[in-house]
């Protein structure tokens, strides 16, 4: 049992250093991918916008579009949008950046 507990100790020390490494992704990224997506897909997003393409982008885990979509989401909904509007919106910026899941 404490064997189990100390390797948990250890892939959630190995997942906050990389949460950290994300969070020192190169800040002009954001600002380069906002012109690739305005160039290849004809939409502008704005800079909050980007920088959660651009983490979901970069980091491996499976779960990262569902977290990219939901805090998008939540930034359309703070500025006005419905929720079905706003989820809506999301999931089809991700899925045109990022791509669908090939799961």
């Known amino acids: 049992m404490l064997m189990v507990l100390s390797r948990k100790k250890d892939i ?57 979509m939901k805090k998008i989401e939540k930034l359309l909904q703070e500025r006005g949008e419905s929720k079905e509007n706003s989820a809506r919106i999301a999931k089809e910026i991700i899925d045109l950046v990022i791509g669908s899941a090939e799961y």
């Open 12 to 68: 959630n020390s190995i997942v906050a250093e990389r949460r950290r490494e994300l969070r020192d992704l190169p800040t002009v990224l954001v600002p380069v991918w906002q012109i690739k997506i305005r160039e290849r897909f004809g939409i502008s997003v704005d800079r909050e916008i980007a920088k959660y393409i651009v983490l979901a982008a970069h980091e491996n885990g499976t779960w990262k579009r569902q977290r990219a």
